[in-house]
């Protein structure tokens, strides 16, 4: 006994620690929006999404982006994303360190009170890659009459 005693104080002392200093943190909440448009370019996905609001009659719209290349190094950023309800905009000029995806979502203050069952918009992507300036331009469309957004 006088041999397994120090192995079960070891064992309660670790035990101990795990419990109380493990960090309380929430997890990150799965991606899990209402509707989401995907498009693709040479270097980017995008993925343009609607999802619920802080409450029930609000409602967010939004872009996932995707970087499709490792071997890029990405310095600034910025978006702008326009729909028959507004648009928002996004710029990041000083981007330490890019891990490869960018989602960024703001409320559509509108959508809830769509009456043609579509949301249309564009997107315009500017980003400073290498020294270099580049652009692209997305496309995307919501089909709303599945959903009960009234």
């Known amino acids: 006994m006088k041999q397994i005693f120090p192995f079960i104080l070891i064992a309660v002392i670790i035990g101990g620690a795990m419990l109380f200093l493990k960090d309380d943190y929430e997890e990150a909440a799965e991606f899990d929006p209402l509707l989401t448009h995907e498009e693709w370019s040479q270097s980017w996905m995008a993925t343009f999404f609607l999802e619920e609001g802080e409450n029930e009659e609000e409602y967010n719209i939004g872009v ?3 970087l ?3 071997d890029v190094e990405i310095d600034a950023i910025e ?3 326009d729909t028959q309800y507004g648009g928002f ?4 000029l000083h981007i330490e360190e890019f891990d490869g995806m960018l989602m960024y979502s703001e409320a559509c203050n509108l959508c809830g009170e ?4 579509y949301i249309n918009g564009n997107m315009m992507l500017n980003w400073k890659q290498n020294g270099n ?3 692209e331009y997305f496309h995307f469309s919501f089909n709303l ?6």
Not at 89 to 92: E, K
Not at 114 to 117: A, K, L, P, S, V
Not at 145 to 150: G, I, R, T, V
């Open 79 to 81: 978006l702008f994303v």
């Open 64 to 66: 996932k982006l995707e």
């Open 133 to 135: 300036i580049r652009s």
């Open 145 to 150: 009459y599945h959903l009960d957004l009234n």
């Open 114 to 117: 769509n009456t043609d069952g």
């Open 89 to 92: 905009f996004y710029q990041d």
């Open 68 to 70: 499709e290349r490792e």
